[in-house]
Structure formats: structure tokens, C-alpha cells
């Protein structure tokens, strides 16, 4: 069990996914109209963008540079979704040669060639098997980076596809009834669908569906509020247990009984007044009790195991000083393998799931482990891994097997001349914040071959409660490899990884603590004598766009430049225009506007209010369909900032919403940037 992609703590960025990146334009000004098609490859041809692009202030695109660039963007690995439920065989989401979104593939074994299953111009990245015989698969897909998911069938044989629920909800999976086969999802109104554009209380009705006659579906439970979201179903089928989600620091556990739709508050107790992470982990396959994570007892997120008959816990890894990410129990009850985040680096560690005594882990390749599932019939493990030489491959072993080896079933993919085995190990740095906190993040050096010192982008990973963890780069290899860049991304105050009160310290009125990190962050280069202080540039995407504008506004004469994609510009105009199914979750984040003393904090501390701060130049990006930071956000910091004679580069994708999942979307906005760092830190 892990937080879904609507909450999910990590960064809304993920750099070696190489295709989360936005671009951005400005309504109401003149714009360089896209085309479609790519010039003839002549001496001074240019790259033109297409259809869906719209540019603002951007230089041209020459071929030339393309031809230097492009072999970076095409770095291909594959994310493990599900095993099939009576063979060995598994569900990705992969991204083949000459595609341009990730799609569903089944892959038969170790290393065969995985044979596609759907093919849509919006990418597919969440998908189950039915799960008695696998006869069919459900996936979710969302229009134009709208995130308003729709829930369909799939028949693996013929490719054919049924939609299962309407389109003015967004649906999300919850949980399969393995015996009946049927399926538990969620349903929640959206914006667009209310009379004035805004909902004041949206609830979430619980569903449940036989995939087969989706006609026939009916209601278990009308659940208040929004952040709901699945954990697992009990073995009798008579409970679900789902997670109440109210920040990244509050979140309960609740069953509900499936065949009266009763919720029951499970942790914390009713009356409990203690503030903690619960989540449910999973139910035992050979007992009553229920798996849970929580940082009820210290400060990391621990697997706990609870009675649900007495609320009583017991403590699994009370010696694990780090966060438990998540947990996946063989079917025949033995075993759970945990994912640990370790200081930004994922592990995979082995329990016992009956004596609850840690086992020796099971031997995988180098890199950090970001997924890991038992196959249903077998004790067969699915492990997904990736690190700083090679995007996503999927591992499949046996850990109850002595020495047993981990079997590659994936190949990453890197484009002819590109050595990715040569590509620089990434480590953990430490500096001191400005009142003493220990802040760390992760360093990536260019190669020996680039003397004096050297020029550096800041990467700030979104959330606010993401983290930058150690993985693959994918298109920034560019930048480190070949322009001799380094790259810094911070862990500032309110980075999930590294305890609950470091998570908290940027809550409400403490935000612009975050901000000051950055500032410490730029003392620390200064200290490098391999790092150009004078040549530094910020870099964020979401809340890492919002931060990246508060260094512009902040530490204007000590940065070269910024990149915002997809940021926040106003606390206050993105709490009342962000889909209202997040608004009361950032909230319990930021800070309620509804509080006259809230609201005016909020926009005494926004970029937008701070514009004439902005003194150096500026690329904001962003896709006109995100539900998350409308793209009012981007325009109306444009505008703000070009009233001041500052140059800014404005790019903004129709058919993208919170980042860029289309590859031809995403390379046109990575040569933009290549571009903007060539003017602002290579001159």
C-alpha cells in the first residue's frame, strides 16, 4: 500500500520520468503561432512547435541544437503495475520507441519483447488485473492532463475497451474483491460539473462494480469531505480498510462494513485526541489483524500491526530510524516486503508477517527500489529499480530463497551515443539552515573533464511534502554530461523523509522558512570551490515553482535566473481555484484564506505580490488543463513581471496538464531550457 498519484508526498516532478515537465504561455497577449511540422534539417532550420504549443518571448529552436539534445530524450524504462494473477507475467507502463505517451504493456517473462496493449495520445500508467483469472484488465485515463480519471475495461486478447464510468467524476480505484471479482472505486464531482465553477463540500461516494455488467453497480457509502482513498479488503470481504487523508501529518484509518457502507473510525481511536500518520497496509491473509504505517510512536512512519477487535498495536519496526513507505504481503501470509526511504535512497526490506522478526533482505541490483509486489500464486517478487546509470528496470527474485539472484524482466533503454554507465554517481551533501537545522539534499558533479568552477542548477521537488530522492535523471544527464552543470536538489524544512517535525516546519505561517533554507543553500555553494556562486539558477516545479519565484523575489542579486513550471504565484488565488476535491488538503498545508489574518499573510509572502523583486530572467511553464495550480497562476506572474522591463519566456501546452506526459510536448520545453541556460548561466 502506497499514497496515490492525487496525494502522493513525492515530488509532482519526477525527474527521471523525463516527461513531467510543463510548458507555459500568456492569454490575452500575441503569440508565435505553433505549427505542425518540423522544418527541413538546412543550414539555419529551425525546430517549430506543435499545434499545441504557444510560446511567448522564446527564442527560435535551431536544429542545430536539437541534433545535439535529442538523444537524451529518449531514455526508456518501464514502471511494474500488477502481476497477472495465475501466470507469471506482468503489467507495465512503458513509453516504446517512436511513442509519445507511457501505455500498458503485459511482459510474458524474464527479458521477452512486451507486447502492447493500448495506445491513446494520453498516457496510461495505472492499471490491475482482474483477479481470479486475469481475463481482463482496468485501467484509469484522464483527458489532456485533466487528472478527471475515468475507470475502463481492457481485454488483453483483443485490445478492446469499455468504459466503466462516466466522465464529469474523477474516479479512483480502491480495491478488488478477489473472490467475486468485483471492484471498489471512488467517485468525486468535479468543479467544471457545479453551477458557479467551485464546490464548497464535494463528498466521496464509495462504488462498487462487476467490471463485466458496469451497469449494475451500485453505492456502498456517501463519505464526507474529499481524501479518501484505498488501503485493502478483508479476506471474508465483509470490511474495507481506507485511509482518511488530512494532511501530510494527519491521516486516519477507517473500516467500512461492505454490506451495510457503516464507517467506523479504527485509528485513531474516537476521542483520541493524538495528531498522527495512519495507513492502512494491508489485512494478514491467515489472521484477523490489520497491517498498518503510522508515526504514532516517533518520528518516522513505522509498520505496526493492530486488532481491530481491541485497537491494540505492536510495533514492527520500532528499529528502523526512516520512513516505511510500503508494504507487500504474500498471499500465503508469510512474508511483507517494505520499501524504506533511507536518507532519499529506497530499500527493500523482508519481515516475517507472522513472528514480525526482520529477515534477511533479498540481494538487488544497486539503485533505490520504487516498487515491490508478490505475485498472488507464488512468492515471486516484482521489484522495480533505478539509479543515477539507468532509468526504471523491472527485477522479479525469490526471498525465500537463499543467495537467490534478482532476474532483470525489463531493459532500459538508452539512445546510441549515450553511455550511461559512465553517467556520475549522485551523493548526499549537508549544510546547516539558518537556525541551526541539519538540511541535506543530493549532489550530482559533472564529469572530470570540465574545469574551474563550475555553474549550477537548483532543483526544488514539489509538494510541498515531496522529497528529492536518489534516481535516475533522465534529460538532465544533458545538462551535467555535456554542458558540465551541477545539479543541487535541496531537502528543505517540510520534505517528507526525515520525521514528522521536520515535515511540519513549514506549515502555515512558517513558510518562508523553506525559503531562507534556499539562502543557506547559496551560502553552501559559495563554500565549493568547484561551484561558480555567481552563475546559479533555481529550478521548481509546482511548490518548487513557487519556491523557485520566492528565491527570484528573495535572493534576486544572487541568482542567475529562474524556471517555474507549473507554480504557485498567490497563496490566495490558488486556494480558491485549485480543484476543490484538494482545496481543504492544501489548506490543512498552507494556510486557510478564509481567516482575514491567514489571507493576509499569504499575500504579503506570494511572488505575485513581490514582482518588482524579480530582477533576472524568468521561464514560466505551464499546461492550460491543470487541475492542481490553474494556469492563472503562470499568467498573471508573467504579466506582473513584464511590467518591470524583466525578460520573460513564457510557454504554455494545450493539451497538458500538472507537467508534460506528452514526449513531443516535453522535448520541445527541455530544448526551450537548454536554451534559457545557455543565455542566463553559459554566457
Not at 498519484?5 to 515530488?11: A, K
Not at 525546430?47 to 539534445?69: A, F, K, M, T, W
Not at 467524476?169 to 467517485?187: F, K, P, Q
Not at 513581490?610 to 491543470?626: S, T, Y
Amino acid at each position: 500500500m502506497s499514497l496515490p498519484r492525487s496525494l502522493t508526498r513525492r515530488s509532482a516532478l519526477r525527474l527521471g520520468a523525463g516527461a513531467a515537465v510543463a510548458l507555459a504561455g500568456c492569454a490575452g497577449t500575441p503569440s508565435r503561432p505553433a505549427a505542425p511540422a518540423v522544418a527541413a534539417p538546412t543550414d539555419g532550420a529551425l525546430l517549430l512547435p506543435n499545434e499545441n504549443l504557444l510560446l511567448q518571448g522564446v527564442p527560435d529552436i535551431p536544429l542545430s541544437l536539437v541534433r545535439q539534445v535529442e538523444k537524451y530524450t529518449d531514455f526508456r524504462g518501464h514502471a511494474f503495475l500488477d502481476w497477472h494473477p495465475v501466470r507469471e507475467e506482468m503489467l507495465v507502463s512503458h513509453r516504446r520507441g517512436g511513442g509519445n505517451t507511457a501505455q500498458l504493456f503485459a511482459v510474458a517473462g524474464a527479458l521477452t519483447e512486451p507486447r502492447q496493449l493500448t495506445d491513446f495520445p494520453d498516457p496510461v500508467t495505472e492499471a490491475s488485473y482482474e483477479p481470479r483469472e486475469g481475463r481482463y484488465i482496468v485501467f484509469a485515463r484522464s483527458p489532456g492532463g485533466s487528472e478527471a480519471d475515468r475507470l475502463y475495461r481492457l481485454d488483453p486478447a483483443t485490445r478492446s475497451v469499455a468504459p466503466l464510468t462516466e466522465t464529469d467524476e474523477r474516479h479512483e480505484t480502491v480495491g478488488w474483491l478477489r473472490r467475486s471479482g468485483r471492484l471498489l472505486y471512488t467517485a468525486v464531482p468535479l468543479d467544471r460539473t457545479s453551477q458557479d465553477g467551485s464546490r464548497a463540500n464535494p463528498n466521496t461516494v464509495l462504488w462498487l462494480v462487476d467490471p463485466l455488467q458496469p451497469e449494475g453497480r451500485r453505492p456502498i457509502a456517501e463519505l464526507p469531505g474529499t481524501g479518501w482513498f484505498g488501503g485493502d479488503v478483508s479476506r471474508d470481504e465483509k470490511t474495507l480498510a481506507l485511509t482518511l487523508y488530512r494532511s501530510a501529518n494527519e491521516s486516519q484509518v477507517w473500516l467500512i462494513d461492505l454490506g451495510t457502507g457503516t464507517p467506523t473510525q479504527l485509528l485513531p481511536a474516537p476521542g483520541e485526541t493524538l495528531r498522527a500518520t495512519h495507513l492502512p497496509a494491508g489485512f494478514e491473509r491467515d489472521g484477523d489483524g490489520l497491517f498498518v504505517i503510522s508515526d504514532r510512536a516517533g518520528e518516522f512512519n513505522e509498520l505496526m500491526r493492530c486488532d481491530p477487535a481491541t485497537r491494540e498495536l505492536k510495533r514492527v519496526t520500532a528499529h528502523i530510524p526512516w520512513d516505511v513507505e510500503s508494504v507487500s504481503l504474500s498471499e500465503d501470509g508469510a512474508l511483507a516486503a517494505l520499501r524504506v526511504n533511507a536518507d532519499g535512497r529506497e530499500e527493500l526490506r523482508l519481515f516475517d508477517a507472522r513472528t514480525l522478526q526482520e529477515l534477511a533482505a533479498p540481494a538487488v541490483p544497486p539503485g533505490s527500489v520504487n516498487a515491490a509486489a508478490f505475485h498472488r500464486r507464488s512468492r515471486r517478487l516484482a521489484v522495480g529499480v533505478d539509479g543515477a546509470r539507468s532509468p526504471n528496470v523491472v527485477f522479479a527474485l525469490d526471498p525465500s530463497t537463499p543467495g537467490a539472484g534478482a532476474a532483470p524482466w525489463t531493459r532500459a533503454y538508452a539512445p546510441a551515443g549515450v553511455d550511461a554507465a559512465s553517467f556520475p554517481e549522485q551523493r548526499i551533501v549537508r549544510w546547516t539552515g539558518f537556525d541551526g537545522l541539519p538540511l541535506s539534499g543530493i549532489f550530482s558533479a559533472p564529469p572530470p573533464r570540465f574545469a574551474g568552477r563550475r555553474p549550477v542548477v537548483v532543483i526544488v521537488h514539489g509538494g510541498p511534502e515531496g522529497q528529492a530522492t536518489l534516481g535516475f535523471l533522465g534529460r538532465w544527464n544533458y545538462m551535467l554530461n555535456e554542458l558540465g552543470i551541477a545539479l543541487v536538489q535541496p531537502n528543505v524544512r517540510g520534505s517528507a523523509g526525515y520525521g514528522k517535525r521536520f515535515l511540519a516546519l513549514d506549515n502555515g505561517t512558517k513558510r518562508e522558512d523553506a525559503v531562507r533554507d534556499l539562502g543557506t543553500l547559496l551560502d553552501w555553494i559559495a563554500a565549493q570551490p568547484q561551484l561558480d556562486p555567481t552563475r546559479v539558477l533555481v529550478y521548481g516545479g509546482s511548490y518548487g515553482g513557487y519556491m523557485s519565484l520566492a528565491a527570484s523575489t528573495h535572493y534576486a542579486e544572487r541568482i542567475a535566473g529562474a524556471i517555474d513550471v507549473v507554480g504557485i504565484s498567490n497563496f490566495v488565488t490558488f486556494l480558491t481555484r485549485t480543484e476543490s476535491y484538494r482545496r481543504d488538503l492544501r489548506r490543512a498545508e498552507y494556510g486557510d484564506e478564509r481567516d482575514p489574518e491567514m489571507r493576509a499573510f499569504l499575500e504579503r509572502i506570494s511572488p505575485l505580490g513581490n514582482a518588482e523583486k524579480i530582477r533576472k530572467p524568468l521561464f514560466v511553464i505551464q499546461g492550460r488543463n491543470d487541475p492542481r495550480v490553474p494556469y492563472t497562476e503562470a499568467e498573471q506572474i508573467v504579466e506582473r513581471v513584464r511590467r518591470n522591463g524583466v525578460p520573460v519566456w513564457y510557454l504554455r501546452a494545450e493539451n497538458e496538464g500538472h507537467g508534460f506526459q506528452r514526449k513531443e510536448n516535453a522535448d520541445y520545453q527541455f530544448y526551450a531550457m537548454v536554451r534559457f541556460l545557455q543565455e542566463t548561466l553559459l554566457k
